[in-house]
């Protein structure tokens, strides 16, 4: 295979970023692209010379005249409730996929698809990119040259979300699940799987048809509480009402003679007796995301791929435990 042939199936926000890798890459061309956006799929069409009868009006359009011979591979980027008939077909269609998170909003079509995957042995990816980032590198090589254990907060803080989808909790999933599920990702791969998680949310400071839609349903801030093994606990807060400041964001592992204070793909401090260092972010995560995927089916080398599907379920199934405890009140047991 002289160059990957990939088609995307969503052109917006999250597919630029991918759109930016691929056009550094020799080895990769966009074939098809599909988005019901007018504009959208044709500048992104534009900008990679898609023949216009492989620029389709959506994934559907696109599946149906696209097959494993014309195509080598799939990058979806579309919002959470657009996963219908998705990556059912392309499973069949046995196209290796990347997908973004959160992958679906509904846990039950996860398990199913992540069981079709493995029954078609298809490699698959999904962009948790911070796995990707030579900061979380260091963290995850540092952790174990320390007696384990401690607190770990997170946070992720920001703006009224601006997307129509992101604003309901009904199609993004809430903060917890569409955003900082990053956050609940990179505790998975630090720590492993957690025990238990109990978590609360909060309505009312973001004013639906003032600050925000009519529609405006989701959660302003919430808070969980992930208890992991070797007696590490973590305070994990979202946030999405801010206006014109900007919260430290990221994770703060206090380790009993180490601080780890890792700021949201920006920059890591660690803390010692010794003192202070700080380290820059010197790579682009996204890149080496999409690198990887594409490396891993030039070359059939899945252990690049650092978050497949299978493993992707195990993070979600954490955020939704969390989505579970602030409905009901009551700690879940993972
Ligand atoms: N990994 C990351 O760091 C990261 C960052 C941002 C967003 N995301 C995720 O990427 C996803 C998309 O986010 P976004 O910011 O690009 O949203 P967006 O709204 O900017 O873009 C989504 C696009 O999908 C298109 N679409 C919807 N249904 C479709 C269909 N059936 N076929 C083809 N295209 C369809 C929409 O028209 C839209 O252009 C979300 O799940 C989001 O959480 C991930």
Redesign the pocket.
Known sequence: MEQLRIAL???????KAHQNSFEQMDCVKIVAV????EA?RNEAAERFGVDPARVYA??TALLDNESKETVDAIVI????T?HVE?ETRIIDMEIPFLV???YCIDLEYAEDIARRVEQKGLITSV?F?DRYLDLVDIVKEELPKHKPGGLVYGSWIGGIPG?W?WQKKSTCGGQLV??NI?LVDGLRYLFGEPLSVYATCSRGIVQPGVDASVEYDTDDHSTAVYRFSNNVTVTLVSGCYVKGIRPHNGLVVTLDDMILDYRLRNNLIITTAEGEKDIPRGVDQTYLLDEAFVKAILTGDRSLIRSDYADALKTHRMAFAANESMETGKVVYL
């Open positions: 199936i969503g052109c917006g926000g999250r597919s599909a988005d019901p956006i959208r959506d994934h980027a579309v919002e959470p657009a998705m973004e998170k959160p962009g990119q997307p989808w569409e955003q990053h």
